[in-house]
Every structure is written in C-alpha cells, then in structure tokens.
C-alpha cells in the first residue's frame, strides 16, 4: 500500500457568556502512480449563551501531477452543511524555465453567488537571500489587479547563534543544522584536534556551502517527511576523504531544527600484484581474491587481481588489518595456504604498497622455497 499521511487537529473556545466555538479539521493524502491526491475537511461548530447553535462543514479535495518542468493542480472546494454543494473549481499549472525562475497560470471559477470567473498570472524569482513576484488578475466582471511582491525569512542557526536570511518561509517547514569534520580520531564526535571542513555542500539541498566552522545550515525542508542528507563527494578538498556514514535519514519538524554530524575520515590504499610459482617459473595471475580483514575478524574489502596480476583496495579506513587470499579460493584451486599479511593504514591515510604475493598449487611446492615472505610497508 502507499504511504498515507493524515492530520487532525481541534479546537473548543468557551467564554463567560457561555458561548463556545469548536472546530474540528482533518487531512488525508495519497501518492500513487505520480499523482498526489488529498482532501482536506473542516467542521465548525458555535452556540451556548443566547445565540442559537450553528454548524458549518466544508472541504476541499486536491489532485496534483507533473510532467518535466510543468506542474498541473486541481481544486474542488465543497460544502456539506447546511447545504451541501460545490463551491468553487480552480485549475492551475507551474512551469519552471529554471531553477530559479517560474511562471504559474491559474483560472478559477466560483459556482455559487455571482459564479464569475477569474483568470492570474504571475512570474517570480528567486535569489540567494530574498524572492521577486510579478503577478496579475482578472474576473470576467471586469475587476482586474496587478501586484508586485518581495519576500525573505529570517532564521536562527542554533549552533553559533548566527542568522540566516533565506528566499522561502522557515517557520513553517523543517531545517537541519549541518556539521562536516574531519575526524582526526576517529570517534565520530566534534572534539580533540578534529577539523571542520569549508566548502562541502549536501547533496540536493540549495542552501550553499559549510562556512568556516563546517557548518550549513538547510531550510524549507517538507515537514514531517523522511528527509534523505548525504555529503556531495565532490566538493571535500582530498579525493581520499569519505563520510563515516553514507548519509542520514531525517523527519523535520515546522519550526525546529534537526542536529546532524558529518564525520569525515582520510583513507589509505593498499596495493601490491599477485604471482604463481610453478617449478622454477614465476608469472602474474588473475582473478585471485584477495579479502581485507579487521581485527574483529570481518572482511571489510574483497577485489580480484587484474590481468597482470595487480590489485588495489583503496578507500580503506584507518585501522589495522590482515590482507589474505580467499580461503574458499586457496581450498577449491588447492592452493598452499598463503601466509595472511598485517597492514597498517595510519590515522592520516597513506599509501601502503608493494604487497606483493606468491602462490603455489600443492604438489609443485619446492623442497626448498621458503612458505613466509615479509611485506614492506611504504
């Protein structure tokens, strides 16, 4: 089944004369196919004192879909007490030229009272810090109106207490205060002598770039929606950098902000070639498996030698750690076992090469070839 968001919320007034208001709303939404459907319905309800009791109820049912740049909306709004008719019908489309730059074309017609109908357009822009609206209406009873708006939000990032100015509303949607660091050792926490990282920025999100603290701060987040947050590679200074964590999942909240660590770690790389012995002939070989384990015995890295024999593990988290052949590689192909090599990626990355390794098949061992081998680590 899709996933069904719903709302309700209430509200009782009373006051000493005796007379109250109550309110009731509820909305329901469904995503299925690229459509978005949802219908939204309120009850009001007011009496008590000497005022005679009355209830209202109304709703509107919402369908959205888009193709490309073009996004099409359409509305019914309803009545259904004291009577219950249809209200208005309303037809909208949204075409993006640009990321930044958009045109929105809507007619809107009211079958009740006067039924008129009414035509708007507008264009609108946004910039870093604020957004531009051009817009104009016309009713077939000829009122027409034009309008020129500017508009910004101001927000407070409560990490250094500093304020952003953002295009869009931020009270009304999520944010996340997001922090990149180099995590020197390797606990995960902003501490000791780690480094935040300027300059990164967060995959999707248009809020710019971690300041001189490694911070960014990310508004206008779809609230109460799982919210996907993962590093832009790209843009970390060292190639050789990666995120302890492929990314985050957040749900944000109208009005507050979510706290996020990235830590970031060098990495190393471990290569070295791989060669058969058979008699007095030594030759490069392919496709062996070699595994990479760390000290609780997991493998945490597996690549095949290429067709000169030469591999490399790259990426590898520091740490200490046991580069071995396959074992069910060396029992299918009756391999001798090899001796299992420990390699050392320190907390600063580096390059550790030159690992190089000599298989032989049982029964072509030498009386004399020496089964340990030392590997050098540069």
């Known amino acids: 089944l899709p996933r069904i968001p719903f709302s309700f919320d209430g509200d009782l007034e009373r006051r000493e004369s005796g007379r109250y208001n109550a309110s009731v709303g509820n909305r329901v939404s469904v995503f299925l196919g690229g459509v978005s459907a949802s ?43 004291p009577v219950a008719v249809f209200n208005t019908v309303a037809l909208t489309a949204d075409y993006d030229f640009e990321q930044d730059l958009s045109t929105r074309f809507s007619i809107n017609r009211q079958l009740t009272g006067e039924k008129t ?164 002939s030594v030759r490069e070989v392919s496709n062996v498996q070699l595994q990479l384990v760390n000290k609780l015995g997991e493998v945490v890295k597996e690549v095949k030698s290429e067709f000169d024999g030469f591999y490399l593990l790259d990426f590898v988290r520091p740490g200490n750690y046991v580069l071995r052949v396959s074992p069910d590689q060396v029992e299918r192909l009756k391999l001798l076992p090899p001796p299992e090599i420990d390699v050392v990626v320190e907390p600063e990355g580096n390059v550790v090469s030159g690992i190089d390794i000599t298989l032989e098949r049982i029964g072509d061992k030498r009386p004399d070839a020496d089964a340990s081998r030392v590997a050098s680590a540069s």
Request: no cysteine.
């Open 117 to 280: 109908t009414s035509y708007s357009a507008g264009i609108f822009r946004t910039f870093k810090n604020f957004a531009l609206g051009l817009s104009g209406d016309y009713a077939d009873d000829g009122n027409f109106s034009a309008g020129f708006n500017m508009s910004f939000a101001l927000g407070r990032e409560p990490r250094n207490g500093g304020f952003a100015v953002r295009p869009r509303g931020i009270a009304s949607s999520g944010a996340v205060s997001a922090r990149v660091f180099l995590d020197r050792n390797q606990n995960g926490a902003f501490d000791g002598d780690d480094e935040p990282l300027q300059g990164v920025r967060i995959e999707r999100q248009r809020d710019g770039e971690t300041d001189e603290n490694g911070i960014v701060f990310i508004t206008g987040l779809p609230s109460y929606r799982p919210t996907n947050l993962a590093l832009d590679l790209g843009s970390l200074e060292d190639p050789f950098w990666i995120p302890t964590r492929q990314g985050v999942e957040v749900v944000p909240r109208p009005g507050k902000t979510v706290i996020v660590d990235f830590p970031v770690t060098p990495t190393g790389e471990i290569d070295g070639t791989v060669f058969l012995r058979r008699g007095d």
């Open 39 to 81: 219908n939204t319905l309120d009850l009001q309800v007011a009496g008590g004192g000497d005022s005679e009791s009355t209830t209202s109820a109304s709703g509107s049912f919402l369908l959205s879909t888009s193709f490309d740049r073009l996004s099409l909306r359409g509305q019914v709004g309803y009545g259904l007490d």
